[in-house]
């Protein structure tokens, strides 16, 4: 009995996953925390996240980011500039 709670549980479990996504910046809001990509994603960053100096529209940018199932993104780990 016990083996097939958890075998349910397993089931049931939403997994979390990392992911990662590169596009061309059309807009950040420094005080808000808030980057658009020309493909008008909106994405909500931490203050305390580390960006590329002098973040600007037309960069190309990749994003390192985890998400939970039906949570979404739950955080972003990396923004780096994509050169060339």
Known sequence: MRLLIAATLLAVATPVLADETTGEVLAYDRVDHILVL???????LPATLELPIDLAKGD?????????????????????RVEG
């Open 38 to 44: 020309a493909d008008k994603t909106v994405w909500e």
């Open 60 to 80: 190309r940018i990749h994003i390192d980011f985890t998400e939970e199932g039906d949570a979404g993104i739950v955080s972003v780990e990396k923004i780096v």
